[in-house]
């Protein structure tokens, strides 16, 4: 359980039900008000080091964009929502190439018109749409601090039109399991071979944890997909992913191998990432590689196309060993 050293707020979170909330669970807490979640002066101004200790921190906030942007992977729209950062440190996380240090968690209250402008564009569309809840954070992590991803099921679930997916990687998923989720839900856990978890996922649930996370869903109903991501070519990585992948095979129920799909995505990194992870975990593994890294424009890094070829096809041919009958999303 997430428990904040620091609770940063504007004001306009108490014209909110889930901003009083918040402000009681934590009245204990020191606070301080901010005129804008998105510019806090004091948090830029740290140094790269103190980046572990920025993620203790909790920023409440409304949220005042809510462009959809059109995607076309697993869904038709990622969906500004209820939180952005995340108390994770994963070291390559693409929050932190986008917002530098400020890539914590931050929650908004205002829930209940982010969620009626996607029922209502669902319901205006002819097809059923999906859309991407999750992109700027994980809910499930989210959801032990505001209780936001049981709410949004059980008023999302009776529309008569459209589907809400979210990735994650945290096990903490007992409190939707009893939910009436109508088929409408489907969740994305991200998996990478546990000593890749050890040293570059810091914060996270353990691999054996997300697979029985992956199950239970799967028994309650909900339908899932499985991210191999991001893929780190890290120098043993043949063995790793395949053990990784047989791990899979083995210990996912038979019905989550009988339904799941399969999304498979080779980890980008950047200047950003450099230079915090240097100071802020110095101890750590060096996740950029020239050798078989290239620039991929604005300070980002991207592994070689012939390296990235030759990765995706082992890893494909492992997957159709294992996995025959499963459907890879894409590979990208």
Request: hydrophobic fraction near 35%; glycine fraction near 4%.
């Given at each position: 359980?997430?428990?904040?050293?620091?609770?940063?707020?504007?004001?306009?979170?108490?014209?909110?039900?889930?901003?009083?909330?918040?402000?009681?669970?934590?009245?204990?807490?020191?606070?301080?008000?901010?005129?804008?979640?998105?510019?806090?002066?004091?948090?830029?101004?740290?140094?790269?080091?103190?980046?572990?200790?920025?993620?203790?921190?909790?920023?409440?906030?409304?949220?005042?964009?809510?462009?959809?942007?059109?995607?076309?992977?697993t869904?038709?729209?990622?969906?500004?929502?209820?939180?952005?950062?995340?108390?994770?440190?994963?070291?390559?996380?693409?929050?932190?190439?986008?917002?530098?240090?400020?890539?914590?968690?931050r929650?908004?209250?205002?829930?209940?018109?982010?969620?009626?402008?996607i029922?209502?564009?669902?319901?205006?569309?002819?097809?059923?749409?999906?859309?991407?809840?999750?992109?700027?954070?994980?809910?499930?992590?989210?959801?032990?601090?505001?209780?936001?991803?049981?709410?949004?099921?059980?008023?999302?679930?009776?529309?008569?039109?459209?589907?809400?997916?979210?990735?994650?990687?945290?096990?903490?998923?007992?409190?939707?399991?009893?939910?009436?989720h109508?088929?409408?839900?489907?969740?994305?856990?991200?998996?990478?071979?546990?000593?890749?978890?050890?040293?570059?996922?810091?914060?996270?649930?353990?691999?054996?944890?997300?697979?029985?996370?992956?199950?239970?869903?799967?028994?309650?109903?909900?339908?899932?997909?499985?991210?191999?991501?991001?893929?780190?070519?890290?120098?043993?990585?043949?063995?790793?992913?395949?053990?990784?992948?047989?791990?899979?095979?083995?210990?996912?129920?038979?019905?989550?191998?009988?339904?799941?799909?399969f999304?498979?995505?080779?980890?980008?990194?950047?200047?950003?990432?450099?230079?915090?992870?240097?100071?802020?975990?110095?101890?750590?593994?060096?996740?950029?590689?020239?050798?078989?890294?290239?620039?991929?424009?604005?300070?980002?890094?991207?592994?070689?196309?012939?390296?990235?070829?030759?990765?995706?096809d082992?890893?494909?041919?492992?997957?159709?060993?294992?996995?025959?009958?499963?459907?890879?999303e894409?590979?990208?």
């Open positions: 359980m997430f428990n904040p050293e620091k609770i940063y707020y504007e004001k306009d979170i108490v014209d909110y039900q889930l901003g009083k909330q918040l402000l009681e669970k934590y009245k204990e807490t020191p606070k301080i008000i901010i005129e804008n979640h998105n510019n806090i002066e004091e948090m830029r101004k740290k140094q790269n080091s103190e980046f572990g200790k920025m993620k203790r921190n909790l920023i409440i906030g409304v949220r005042k964009t809510h462009k959809f942007v059109e995607n076309h992977k869904s038709d729209y990622l969906v500004p929502y209820t939180s952005s950062g995340c108390t994770a440190m994963c070291m390559y996380c693409y929050l932190v190439c986008n917002y530098n240090k400020c890539a914590y968690l929650l908004f209250v205002n829930r209940e018109q982010m969620l009626e402008k029922i209502k564009t669902s319901q205006k569309s002819e097809k059923e749409l999906t859309f991407e809840i999750g992109s700027n954070s994980d809910l499930i992590l989210e959801n032990t601090i505001t209780g936001n991803l049981e709410w949004t099921i059980k008023n999302f679930a009776d529309t008569n039109k459209g589907k809400l997916t979210l990735p994650t990687k945290f096990d903490m998923v007992d409190s939707i399991l009893p939910l009436n109508n088929g409408k839900i489907v969740i994305r856990m991200s998996v990478n071979p546990e000593e890749i978890i050890n040293k570059v996922e810091f914060g996270t649930s353990r691999l054996k944890g997300r697979i029985q996370a992956i199950n239970k869903l799967a028994e309650a109903g909900y339908k899932v997909g499985i991210l191999i991501a991001p893929v780190i070519l890290v120098d043993n990585w043949k063995m790793l992913y395949t053990e990784l992948i047989q791990r899979l095979s083995q210990e996912l129920s038979e019905k989550v191998r009988k339904n799941a799909f999304e498979i995505i080779f980890m980008t990194y950047s200047y950003v990432h450099t230079k915090i992870n240097e100071e802020a975990f110095p101890n750590a593994i060096n996740l950029y590689n020239k050798d078989i890294m290239t620039g991929r424009g604005r300070g980002k890094y991207a592994y070689k196309q012939e390296t990235r070829k030759e990765a995706a082992y890893i494909k041919q492992q997957m159709e060993k294992y996995f025959p009958s499963n459907k890879i894409y590979i990208v």
